[in-house]
């Protein structure tokens, strides 16, 4: 048997998702090397804090256990001081970025400047973070492209719920006639919750605490992670160049539990939806984009998918309707889908 072949890797972002790829690293070392012939060398980590290199590698369940204790990545040896991640990218020797680094829908920043970096350098780039694809999703492509750099971001959308890949992968010749979704496993867990008589702040409290949701739930309450998603599925399965300005978004703040009751009332529910609607015209290929709550047949299959659950339902000529779901409710499965696609592009 040969060694396995080494994968230099940068971690972007220390949050809950490459936290938990560490985590799988501790657990799966072994089984990488025996059925793919891969071994990840963690040699750059970064946090807000700053980012430190070690060319031996970092010690992942030492590294993770320094960061669940508060440890900041500036205390690390290897710190490298006032340096940005793209900076330091511009130089490493590095085969792998994995970039989980928080959403800026605003500049993108960090994780864009490190996307371009690595990528105009070849390096394979495996994103969790929505900003970069969201700002410049075709400018990515084309680096990438230019380069000969792998680029894959199945766990920007439902974590490990594979939807990029069966959009790209298993559609082929498909003309996608709707798709529909539930994509924020925060807000379906929060109207689950509201809709058996518990408080919409206890629903929320209860996400952050498991690290689903963020200190500041704006971008899920408020619909923008499901339109983030929304817009990542428009460009990379549906074909079109859309941007949050084509999704018209409202979220889930002004449902109340009188809503949810009537609805029940009615045998349906209360979901937010994610959905892409073909245009009349066909041959246009302009889509429909939208993200609202919306009153939804309580025994439907996205109906059927409660709390922790996302789920999504595409209608395309070819394949008839498909029907996917995932219970996820810790942030492990999304660390898991970044391997997924690290070692699709790797091995």
Same mark, same amino acid.
């Given at each position: 048997?040969?060694?396995?072949?080494?994968?230099?890797?940068?971690?972007?972002?220390?949050?809950?998702?490459?936290?938990?790829?560490?985590?799988?690293?501790?657990?799966?070392?072994?089984?990488?090397?025996?059925?793919?012939?891969?071994?990840?060398?963690?040699?750059?980590?970064?946090?807000?804090?700053?980012?430190?290199?070690?060319?031996?590698?970092?010690?992942?369940?030492?590294?993770?256990?320094?960061?669940?204790? %508060?440890?900041?990545?500036? #205390?690390?040896?290897?710190? *490298? $001081? &006032?340096?940005?991640? /793209?900076?330091? =990218?511009?130089?490493? +020797?590095?085969?792998?970025?994995?970039?989980?680094?928080?959403?800026?829908?605003?500049?993108?920043?960090?994780?864009?400047?490190?996307?371009?970096?690595?990528?105009?350098?070849?390096?394979?780039?495996?994103?969790?973070?929505?900003?970069?694809?969201?700002?410049?999703?075709?400018?990515?492509?084309?680096?990438?492209?230019?380069?000969?750099?792998?680029?894959?971001?199945?766990?920007?959308?439902?974590?490990?719920?594979?939807?990029?890949?069966?959009?790209?992968?298993?559609?082929?010749?498909?003309?996608?006639?709707?798709?529909?979704?539930?994509?924020?496993?925060?807000?379906?867990?929060?109207?689950?919750?509201?809709?058996?008589?518990?408080?919409?702040?206890?629903?929320?409290?209860?996400?952050?605490?498991? %690290?689903?949701?963020?200190? #500041?739930?704006?971008?899920? *309450? $408020? &619909?923008?992670?499901? /339109?983030?998603? =929304?817009?990542?599925? +428009?460009?990379?399965?549906?074909?079109?160049?859309?941007?949050?300005?084509?999704?018209?978004?409202?979220?889930?703040?002004?449902?109340?539990?009188?809503?949810?009751?009537?609805?029940?009332?009615?045998?349906?529910?209360?979901?937010?939806?994610?959905?892409?609607?073909?245009?009349?015209?066909?041959?246009?290929?302009?889509?429909?984009?939208?993200?609202?709550?919306?009153?939804?047949?309580?025994?439907?299959?996205?109906?059927?998918?409660?709390?922790?659950?996302?789920?999504?339902?595409?209608?395309?000529?070819?394949?008839?309707?498909?029907?996917?779901?995932?219970?996820?409710?810790?942030?492990?499965?999304?660390?898991?889908?970044?391997?997924?696609?690290?070692?699709?592009?790797?091995?």
């Amino acid at each position: 048997m040969h060694p396995p072949h080494t994968i230099r890797t940068a971690l972007i972002g220390l949050g809950n998702v490459n936290r938990n790829f560490l985590r799988i690293l501790e657990m799966k070392h072994a089984t990488l090397a025996r059925r793919y012939g891969l071994a990840f060398v963690v040699v750059c980590v970064a946090d807000s804090s700053g980012v430190a290199v070690a060319a031996n590698g970092f010690d992942p369940a030492a590294t993770r256990q320094f960061k669940e204790a %508060g440890g900041r990545v500036c #205390d690390l040896p290897g710190s *490298v $001081a &006032g340096a940005s991640p /793209a900076a330091v =990218l511009a130089t490493l +020797a590095c085969d792998l970025v994995l970039e989980a680094s928080p959403v800026n829908l605003t500049t993108g920043e960090p994780g864009l400047s490190v996307a371009r970096a690595a990528l105009q350098r070849g390096i394979a780039v495996v994103l969790a973070n929505k900003g970069p694809l969201v700002l410049a999703y075709r400018e990515l492509h084309e680096i990438a492209a230019a380069s000969g750099a792998g680029l894959a971001f199945s766990a920007t959308v439902c974590g490990a719920l594979p939807v990029i890949n069966i959009g790209r992968r298993d559609l082929i010749a498909a003309e996608v006639r709707s798709l529909r979704g539930i994509f924020n496993a925060t807000t379906n867990f929060i109207l689950t919750e509201m809709a058996t008589g518990r408080s919409y702040a206890d629903a929320l409290a209860e996400a952050q605490r498991r %690290g689903i949701a963020e200190s #500041d739930p704006t971008l899920d *309450v $408020a &619909g923008w992670d499901a /339109a983030n998603k =929304l817009v990542i599925v +428009a460009n990379s399965v549906l074909g079109v160049e859309a941007t949050l300005a084509d999704v018209a978004v409202t979220g889930i703040t002004s449902v109340t539990a009188a809503h949810l009751a009537h609805a029940a009332a009615q045998g349906a529910t209360i979901k937010l939806l994610a959905t892409a609607a073909r245009g009349a015209d066909p041959a246009g290929g302009g889509y429909t984009l939208a993200v609202a709550p919306t009153v939804t047949r309580a025994d439907s299959f996205l109906g059927q998918c409660h709390g922790w659950e996302m789920g999504v339902e595409i209608e395309s000529d070819l394949y008839g309707r498909m029907y996917h779901k995932i219970w996820e409710r810790e942030p492990l499965p999304t660390a898991a889908a970044m391997l997924r696609d690290a070692v699709n592009l790797l091995r």
